[in-house]
T-cell receptor
Framework: GAGVSQSPRYKVAKRGQDVALRCDPI?????LFWYQQALGQGPEFLTY????????KSGLPSDRFFAERPEGSVSTLKIQRTQQEDSAVYLC??????????????????FGAGSRLTVL | DQQVKQNSPSLSVQEGRISILNCDYT??????FLWYKKYPAEGPTFLIS?????DKNEDGRFTVFLNKSAKHLSLHIVPSQPGDSAVYFC???????????FGTGTRLKVLA
């Protein structure tokens, strides 16, 4: 597609429910990132995929958070047993360059519109 | 420990004047810096970047200045337009890595 697409745009969950957030990156983009943005804060890194390989999951706040990108394109971020502190906008971003690319340069990220999660 | 800081949460500027948004960082290993603009209910959109080997990069009305000794960068918008009203984030990346660290953002309001 022309841009990064995320769904759902809005999700309300009761505390304890599991949620799944989907990201469709730009076609052919090697790198995919998930960021979490709490109200009034900047985006915080969660995890990074290069194709289907999850190279860094150091930003995932707990083992309730799980991300996958099985075929190197669409990615899903799953949050189990949601808590109120999980309420945030979850941003997905992709880029055409991967780690170690000769022309990595600035490796600009293209973001989706985000999925706003509210946990009651 | 916030490695990228935007100490001004908001800024108001008259249309046609210059907007200056500031960003400070602590990690001397950062090699690329990006500015993103974010409108409500949209994702951040890329605005302009600068490599650590440069001290200035210009793109139309937008210019980014980098002062490595002060670990400071700034985004200048001249002339400011009402459509520039948005939240601006600076982001930085360490050489050889892939993840960007973002500041907390500055909300710019350009008054008509």
């Amino acid at each position: 597609g022309a841009g990064v697409s995320q769904s759902p745009r809005y999700k309300v969950a009761k505390r304890g429910q599991d949620v799944a957030l989907r990201c469709d990156p730009i076609s052919g983009h090697v790198s995919l990132f998930w960021y979490q943005q709490a109200l009034g804060q900047g985006p915080e890194f969660l995890t990074y995929f290069q194709n289907e390989a999850q190279l860094d999951k150091s930003g995932l706040p707990s083992d309730r958070f799980f991300a996958e990108r099985p075929e190197g394109s669409v990615s899903t971020l799953k949050i189990q047993r949601t808590q109120q502190e999980d309420s945030a906008v979850y941003l997905c971003a992709s880029s055409s360059l991967g780690l170690g690319s000769p022309s990595s340069g600035a490796n600009v990220l293209t973001f989706g519109a985000g999925s706003r999660l509210t946990v009651l | 420990d916030q490695q990228v800081k935007q100490n001004s949460p908001s800024l108001s500027v008259q249309e046609g004047r210059i907007s200056i948004l500031n960003c400070d960082y602590t990690n001397s290993m950062f090699d690329y810096f990006l500015w993103y603009k974010k409108y409500p209910a949209e994702g951040p959109t890329f605005l302009i970047s600068i490599s650590s080997i440069k001290d200035k990069n210009e793109d139309g009305r937008f210019t980014v200045f980098l002062n490595k000794s002060a670990k400071h960068l700034s985004l200048h918008i001249v002339p400011s337009q009402p459509g520039d009203s948005a939240v601006y984030f600076c982001a930085a990346r360490t050489s050889g890595t892939y993840k960007y660290i973002f500041g907390t953002g500055t909300r710019l309001k350009v008054l008509a």
